[in-house]
């Protein structure tokens, strides 16, 4: 299976049409989607048409990709958020967002929406309203979430990019489960607009899950930059991330991230055999690595500040959806996790908002003085577990579950700092794990030349890494 950088120069050197990559996407949709759910709204017909005509003459001119039905709207198309009362309405964007628009712009040929966790408010994809998405590793285990419907489109060749979004690890966590490459940028890198600014309390970030970092880097300067009306711009970088990612990053100074639990919830050892494994390889690489991490990774506090900040939006969003249906929403029109994060978010006062805001920016404070100590990058696990089962999730206890087990991702949303999910290892049983590396604020660059170089050294396509 070969990446959207290897389909662009197909069509640019004329062995290959854009009808004929988006046909054969749409082929293997077909074939491969059934058991896996993976692609919940399908537009074939429109990009077979947009293939045939004229496009966009970027540097992915052509090539399939698919988006998250969350947010990143596509004109006419369903905007329905893994929700049964908006499925039910049959939702459907007015316009563009901003990164759907800059994809085009791009040359990208949209053939569909992937399903979602309702509303992105849990680590996997098993919407009711749409159904499980199934791990292609293994049918009984979760793929992830909440972008886990465009992880497994990756990782099954179905599409070479799709899009996804992370508020606290949602492009991360599928893509460590998959076996894919997974970026959230910094803070800022990626327009959110027109319909939203710092959502989720401006943890909630637009990116693409990918099979190379070539293609990462590349789509991330395709849809990166300022749209009026943004509240936060990220500092430009020096080159393009397309270029990082064939530079060699120098010696870099690593710390590693190994615990057992992070306050009480368990690492698997299998996990953090991964991440050593990982390291030694950086070691290898002429890395100087170290056992060192920001203390602030694991306090106690952290959790409950997260959820007090980002539960009021939830809160929100259920008042809309009943103002939509101009009546009180019925219990069975959203999850019980949905409403049970909107139930927290109302015990939240105006003051007890911005207490956590302190709190938020103290921490920030906190995590960032690592790296102005001296520390390039930090490495961790992404999940503390391999795939899970399908319904790890559910019920009151799965929903306390759903919030515990965020023990090393969103911690860069509240920060804002750019990480990555690299594929690494498979277990005995022959699941992915991925690792995460997170670099200071506004360094992508860092990341992706290290990512380039790690997979020189391990290419993980086509290897089972």
Request: charged share 20%.
């Amino acid at each position: 299976m070969t990446d959207a950088t290897a389909m662009a120069a197909l069509i640019s050197s004329g062995e290959a049409s854009p009808a004929e990559l988006v046909s054969a996407a749409i082929g293997r949709i077909e074939e491969l989607d059934g058991p896996l759910n993976a692609v919940v709204h399908r537009r074939f017909e429109q990009a077979l048409d947009e293939a045939r005509g004229p496009l966009p003459d970027g540097p992915f001119r052509g090539v399939p990709i698919v988006l998250k039905d969350l947010g990143s709207g596509s004109a006419g198309d369903p905007d329905q958020q893994g929700n049964a009362f908006l499925r039910g309405l049959d939702r459907r964007a007015a316009r563009d967002a901003n990164v759907t628009a800059a994809l085009r712009r791009a040359g990208f040929v949209v053939l569909g929406r992937t399903n979602t966790a309702e509303f992105g408010l849990v680590s996997t994809t098993e919407p009711r309203a749409f159904g499980p998405t199934r791990n292609p590793w293994d049918l009984t285990r979760s793929p992830g979430g909440s972008s886990g419907g465009s992880a497994v489109a990756v990782a099954t060749g179905m599409v070479p990019l799709a899009q996804g979004t992370d508020g606290g690890g949602s492009l991360r966590m599928p893509s460590s489960h998959c076996g894919v490459f997974g970026f959230k940028s910094s803070r800022g890198r990626v327009s959110a607009g027109p319909d939203e600014g710092d959502a989720l309390a401006a943890h909630n970030i637009y990116g693409v899950i990918t099979r190379s970092v070539r293609d990462s880097a590349a789509a991330l300067d395709a849809i990166s930059g300022y749209r009026s009306g943004d509240p936060v711009v990220a500092p430009a970088p020096s080159r393009s991330f397309l270029a990082s990612a064939s530079d060699a990053p120098g010696s870099l100074r690593i710390g590693v991230m190994l615990v057992d639990d992070v306050n009480g919830y368990p690492v698997d050892p299998a996990v953090n055999a991964v991440v050593r494994r990982t390291a030694d390889r950086l070691t290898a690489l002429g890395h100087r690595v170290e056992e060192a991490y920001p203390s602030a990774m694991t306090d106690p506090a952290y959790l409950e500040h997260w959820l007090g900040l980002l539960s009021p939006s939830v809160t929100v969003l259920m008042d809309d959806l009943a103002a939509m249906a101009g009546r009180p929403l019925r219990r069975d029109e959203a999850e019980e996790v949905a409403w049970w994060w909107a139930e927290q978010g109302a015990k939240v006062s105006a003051a007890d908002y911005v207490r956590h805001e302190i709190w938020r920016d103290d921490f920030r404070r906190r995590m960032a003085a690592w790296w102005t100590g001296g520390f390039d990058v930090l490495l961790s696990p992404v999940v503390p577990n391999p795939p899970p089962p399908l319904g790890l999730f559910d019920g009151p206890d799965g929903i306390q579950r759903s919030i515990d087990i965020l023990c090393f991702t969103p911690q860069f949303n509240t920060t804002g700092q750019p990480a990555m999910s690299v594929p690494a290892a498979r277990t005995e049983d022959g699941l992915p794990i991925g690792v995460q590396f997170a670099a200071a604020y506004g360094r992508e660059e860092t990341l992706f030349s290290l990512a380039g170089q790690i997979e020189a050294a391990h290419p993980w396509i086509g290897a089972g890494v």
